[in-house]
């Protein structure tokens, strides 16, 4: 672990995309990973919190806690996005079954107590529905005070949202949630939420020809073929709905991005605007609307990522696998 390294946590519904996020942490010594907590979204959450334990002992770290959330969203129960991510979650992959971490601590009381013993310093990543950050504010309503940097991927801010015409998934899930979020950072002294939304992750996209150049880079690597047979497997699932229902193989790289700025703000340029949620629309629940003129008169909640360096991100996370296939995240 370097001795610049940060600390983390990092808040997923591991599916597809969660899992390459993840993967690019583990292969950031500047990231101290206190602990990954689960959330029901994409899978229900025994998927996502099972999924997630196998792809940290994929990166060779399961030694990081995994502290299991919220099996249900705050309000609605809505459906969950397994056509997208697979029956598992993970797509074509099979990996090995995870070990039990027995008395996993729940994910509120993990976040919070992070936050605590980090104050100030803490970064704090959500890629998946915002139930369980909802559930620490509610808890603890200095978090917004005790992180240094709240990065989500969610919402869609001046872009078609991909689950109905107005919202995007993480929103959409539990949109009460993300409506407490919202409003309870980026007031004095306290973080603004980084919003990665659908506006920046759509520009940062993969295709099965870079993954076949990461296989051929890494050949014969000590851990390269259980890596790069899971990005295939993984990834495949992915590729064969994005052709289905656009008629292009390629990969949208929406989470593996929110962890890529949270590590390097610099990645994506934002703007500051307050931000709501929609949570009653009859066709626009889950929309996360943006008062860019500040016709609302609040205070500007969130800092909206409105460009992304694309190429550098791609870079940035092909180096990362690389060195993952040398043994980066390996204790
Ligand atoms: O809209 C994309 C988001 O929804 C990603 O986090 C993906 O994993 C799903 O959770
Ligand atoms: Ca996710």
Redesign the pocket.
């Known amino acids: 672990m370097s001795d610049r390294a940060e600390p983390f946590v990092i808040d997923?519904?591991?599916?597809?995309?969660?899992a390459l996020a993840l993967l690019y942490a583990c292969a950031h010594e500047e990231a101290q990973i206190l602990g990954v907590s689960t959330v029901v979204?994409?899978v229900p959450l025994a998927a996502a919190t099972r999924n997630t334990r196998a792809v940290l002992r994929l990166a060779g770290r399961a030694d990081v806690a995994v502290w299991p959330g919220a099996p249900t969203a705050l309000s609605i129960s809505v459906r969950d996005?397994s056509e997208?991510?697979g029956k598992t979650g993970l797509g074509h992959a099979v990996l090995p079954e995870p070990e039990e971490q027995a008395g996993a601590l729940h994910a509120v009381d993990s976040i919070i107590a992070a936050a605590r013993a980090h104050a100030g310093r803490l970064i704090l990543c959500a890629?998946?529905?915002l139930t369980n950050i909802a559930l620490a504010l509610m808890r603890e309503p200095e978090l917004p005070r005790l992180v240094k940097r709240f990065v989500i991927?969610?919402g869609a801010y001046a872009e078609p949202g991909?689950?109905t015409p107005a919202a995007?998934?993480?929103i959409w899930?539990d949109p009460e949630a993300a409506r407490i979020v919202f409003r309870s950072f980026g007031g004095v002294g306290a973080a603004p939420v980084i919003a990665i939304g659908?506006d920046v992750?759509r520009k940062t996209i993969i295709d099965e020809g870079d993954l076949a150049a990461i296989a051929s880079r890494v050949a014969g690597k000590q851990h390269a073929s259980a890596l790069t047979r899971f990005l295939e497997d993984a990834s495949r699932f992915y590729f064969e709905r994005m052709e289905k229902t656009y008629g292009r193989r390629i990969f949208?790289m929406?989470?593996p991005l929110?962890l890529a700025v949270a590590l390097d703000p610099t990645l994506v340029e934002t703007r500051r605007a307050a931000v709501d949620v929609e949570t009653s629309g009859r066709l626009t629940t889950g929309a996360t609307i943006v008062d860019w003129r500040g016709q609302w008169g609040r205070l500007a909640n969130a800092e909206v990522a409105v460009a992304v360096d694309a190429e550098r991100f791609r870079r940035l996370f092909f180096e990362a696998m690389d060195r993952l296939a040398e043994g980066a995240g390996a204790t």
Not at 12 to 18: M, R
């Open positions: 997923v519904d591991t599916g597809i995309d969660d979204g994409n996005a997208i991510h890629t998946g529905p991927m969610g991909n689950v995007e998934f993480n899930h659908l992750t949208t929406h989470d929110a």
